[in-house]
């Protein structure tokens, strides 16, 4: 079968070899390229496709292994060293875990595809629980989201937070005036009565 498609495969490439450049083919070679052009997109895309689940397959498992701890028993017992022995950096495999638990799968896809960095995803991640959830909800509705763009909603919502965090702030201090000041009062009335 090996044998069979590869020979399938030579025969492709020869003809597309040959009819490069040519402009005047005839319908079935134009309909025989047509065919071939669309089983090498789809092959293309069933690799891409493939590449996306085989890393969160093998995150899966190595977040068994380490939820598990199984690999106590391999080496000197240490989750850093199995994973150096594994040939992965134990900090890059955590980084994942950590997005692929915070941000789920999904998203981690697009923020590879637009490029974002682990300081970018550890900035969506630092952001609370609701507000992480609808940045990601957000960026997902996106069609075809930018790294820039991502930034920039990024940026946004972060100076919002600080916004909040500071009016927050400014409401416990006037909270605490009003508590001062009410205790003032019913000092000064009971000293009255």
């Not at 009819?19 to 025989?32: A, F, N, P, S, V």
Request: net charge neutral; glycine share 6%.
């Amino acid at each position: 079968m090996d044998h069979k498609m590869n020979e399938d495969t030579f025969e492709q490439e020869s003809l597309l070899l040959q009819c490069q450049g040519e402009k005047d083919l005839d319908k079935e070679t134009r309909e025989k390229i047509k065919e071939i052009a669309l089983l090498m997109a789809g092959q293309a895309q069933g690799l891409f496709h493939t590449e996306k689940y085989t890393e969160l397959a093998g995150l899966a498992i190595l977040k068994k292994i380490k939820d598990t701890k199984i690999y106590r028993g391999i080496g000197n017992g240490r989750w850093e060293s199995f994973c150096e022995s594994c040939g992965f950096s134990y900090k890059t495999i955590d980084d994942k875990l950590l997005h692929l638990q915070k941000l789920g799968a999904e998203f981690l896809e697009i923020a590879k595809r637009c490029r974002l960095t682990n300081r970018d995803l550890r900035r969506i991640e630092a952001l609370p629980s609701d507000t992480r959830i609808n940045v990601v909800d957000k960026i997902s509705a996106i069609e075809n989201p930018g790294k820039e763009q991502i930034k920039e909603l990024i940026g946004a919502i972060e100076d919002q937070q600080t916004e909040l965090t500071i009016l927050k702030e400014k409401q416990r201090n006037l909270d605490g005036k009003l508590d001062k000041k009410d205790k003032l009062i019913v000092q000064g009335r009971e000293q009255v009565y």
